[in-house]
């Protein structure tokens, strides 16, 4: 296959659960070898990808607190950078980013493809979250921010989706983004076994220096990157663990002593294979 964002031939890396992973041998993006279709969102991140286990999550809303969190300390970062204002959290689930984005006087909606998620958001947190995904999401509406925290590897249509987000973004407006680094050490170490190669959950697979030349396409310069202080619920995390650990028999025994471990803790994640980033519009 070629590359996704550009027009560079690809090689076939390795295989997880049945599928090719490829890179690009011009800006080495990795991607799964897939042709999803529209369905793929409803298919891939139904109401089991919030409570099923697995490569999502064990109970979404026992991340509550944490995840809103999250968001207020993304808060604290765009202080540093520009004033509150407009703001669009793509990939929203039930609002608890969102949520901790208004605290710092963001006025923010949310884009949600999962119908479920979206209603516990309106009605439960009292925050706007829209149906649909980003590829086929309109407005009149510009924003001065468009966040797409942990949301990037997960667009079916790669371009389709940045184009949109573009296209909803004001001028000399923001991207924040936060993503899994391919290229970590922790990454490289585990080679095919890292977590975030999990098909047809996670499709893409981006470093700094992808992410950067990607977003450029649009129209977006980087103008800020770190790493996240990141945290886990101990059940969200052996969830994970346990989906990865099956494949071996090692892993198996492995799995079993997760089980000791209580599901209600909340627990530092060691955040060296992610980064989130800043981008500018100045195109």
């Not at 409803?42 to 490569?55: H, K």
């Amino acid at each position: 296959m070629d590359c996704p964002i550009g027009d560079n031939i690809a090689h076939r890396l390795f295989q997880v659960d049945g599928f090719w992973i490829s890179e690009c041998q011009g800006c080495h993006l990795r991607w799964v070898e897939i042709t999803p279709s529209r369905d793929h969102v409803m298919d891939t991140y139904g109401d089991n990808y919030f409570n099923g286990g697995g490569a999502g999550y064990s109970n979404y809303f026992n991340e509550a607190g944490i995840i809103t969190a999250h968001g207020r300390q993304y808060g604290k970062i765009l202080n540093k950078f520009m004033r509150p204002g407009k703001l669009l959290d793509v990939g929203a689930a039930a609002g608890f980013i969102l949520q901790g984005l208004n605290e710092y006087g963001w006025d923010g909606i949310g884009l949600e493809p999962n119908a479920s998620m979206a209603d516990h958001g309106n009605k439960k947190m009292g925050v706007n979250i829209k149906v649909g995904a980003l590829e086929h999401f309109t407005s009149d509406e510009k924003f001065d921010l468009v966040t797409m925290i942990q949301v990037v590897p997960h667009f079916y249509e790669l371009k389709r989706a940045l184009q949109a987000a573009a296209d909803l973004t004001k001028t000399s407006g923001y991207w924040l983004i936060e993503t899994w680094n391919k290229d970590s050490l922790i990454a490289r170490l585990m080679g095919k076994n890292w977590h975030e190669y999990s098909p047809p959950s996670v499709l893409h697979f981006f470093s700094p220096k992808t992410l950067r030349l990607l977003v450029s396409q649009f129209g977006f310069e980087e103008v800020a990157r770190g790493r996240p202080a990141k945290k886990i619920n101990s059940g969200h995390a052996k969830s994970l663990l346990q989906y990865k650990m099956e494949e071996s028999k090692v892993g198996k025994i492995g799995a079993k002593l997760l089980k000791l471990i209580p599901d209600n803790l909340t627990l530092p994640y060691p955040s060296y294979d992610l980064f989130w980033a800043l981008y500018k519009k100045t195109g």
